[in-house]
């Protein structure tokens, strides 16, 4: 932080020292080891430690573009904002019939994600108890998911399996989220909120819409077109949510709030982007034989990282929040080599679909469809 220059260890001894012969000249023994000396040597090293503290700690998070963490929530209340809490993911999960007679599905009955080969499953909880009555083939059960975050806003069917037996099979199927789940929001979303607080002041501008969308719980980016794209007077907002495209539960959350904020004379229509799918074909070459599943497996998650928003990989992919795909940005492919080189076992990857970046419209999002893995 250039507020406060930075002092080393030995430039404040040595002006320590400067000053003792100034104030106390009958002290002559400076030599190193002596009690004069060591003294004002812990003298310096305390000061050496809270010059750090106010240079790196204090200083920085006196302001909101450098603030974090509990620092940056004080500033953001200053200007009555809080940040957004985690969610649970609530979603539809369909049982069908494997067995005979009436089939009840208790409440708190857990469903859940094949196991990756690291062991691991997504749990999901049933809210409701519901019958599967004889006769009737299967039965929508809502559920939610057993702890926090992003990552349980899983793709469809791939909650396959259940923790104890019931003659059932399960299934989520398309579109299944009802509400998204959403990882604590980030130290990037808060601060860019709370700049954009000032765009509330003057009313019905792009940012005041964009303000005002990021408020709402599970939107985590959003385009304002506010050239009167369907005539005078008219603002369409296309929001997105932490699992990509928005359900239409949260679409019409932020249209009610749209319809609170804006004046009685301005059309504001809340949508979801427009899909830009991607089919993505790589070529991974490692230095020497190695655990090919595990990583693959590795390089499907960050792939999806770079898609949809993963909060495991803010410390693993450089400069992720910078670089990952959002709404309009383009699909640079030397983002995905670099995420991928940074992987030991890599030796060298050839993106084989598609065959260039890709430029998008500022209202479509990219979606990752297809992805091809050849490990050699």
């Known amino acids: ?6 002092k080393t260890f030995e430039e404040i001894l040595k002006e320590a020292i400067e000053e003792a012969l100034r104030l106390f000249p009958q002290i002559t023994n400076y030599n190193v080891g002596g009690a004069f000396r060591t003294l004002l040597e812990i003298d310096a090293k305390l000061h050496e430690q809270l010059w750090t503290f106010l240079r790196e700690v204090i200083v920085p998070n006196m302001f909101v573009i450098t603030a974090r963490g509990r620092w940056l929530d004080l500033h953001a209340q200053t200007f009555g904002i809080t940040r957004k809490p985690a969610k649970k993911t609530k979603g539809i999960v369909i049982f069908k019939r494997a067995g005979e007679g009436n089939i009840k599905i208790p409440k708190g009955f857990v469903v859940k994600t094949k196991p990756t080969i690291f062991g691991e499953s997504l749990k999901f909880i049933t809210l409701e108890e519901k019958l599967l009555p004889e006769g009737v083939n299967e039965v929508q059960v809502l559920v939610e998911a057993e702890k926090e975050g992003s990552i349980y806003n899983v793709a469809p069917y791939t909650i396959t399996q259940t923790e104890v037996y019931a003659p059932v099979e ?26 954009l607080v000032w765009a509330t002041k003057s009313l019905f501008i792009r940012d005041y819409y964009r303000f005002h969308a990021l408020s709402v719980d599970g939107v985590v980016d959003c385009y304002v077109d506010d050239q009167h794209p369907r005539g005078q007077g008219t603002v369409d907002v296309y929001i997105v949510s932490s699992s990509g495209l928005p359900t ?19 059309d504001v229509l809340v949508k979801a982007p427009t899909p830009r799918y991607v089919d993505l074909s790589i070529k991974v070459e490692t230095f020497k034989p190695t655990d090919t599943q595990a990583l693959e497996t590795e390089i499907r998650n960050r792939i999806k990282a770079l898609f ?10 450089k400069f992720y929040n910078e670089r990952r795909f959002r709404i309009g940005s383009k699909v640079q492919l030397s983002t995905i080599i670099d995420a991928l ?12 679909q598609p065959s260039s970046d890709l430029e998008l419209q500022p209202s479509e999002l990219p979606v990752l469809r297809n992805l091809n893995i050849q490990i050699t």
């Open 1 to 6: 932080m250039d507020l406060i220059p930075e």
């Open 248 to 266: 239409n539960d949260l679409i019409q959350k932020v249209q009610s709030l749209m319809n609170e904020v804006k004046t009685p004379a301005s």
């Open 170 to 195: 399960v299934y989520n199927p398309e579109n299944w989220i009802i509400e998204e789940g959403a990882d604590e929001e980030d130290d990037r979303s808060l601060r860019q909120r709370i700049l």
């Open 308 to 317: 949809v928003y993963d909060k495991r990989y803010e410390n693993k992919i």
């Open 341 to 352: 080189m940074d992987l030991p076992q890599v030796k060298n990857i050839v993106i084989l």
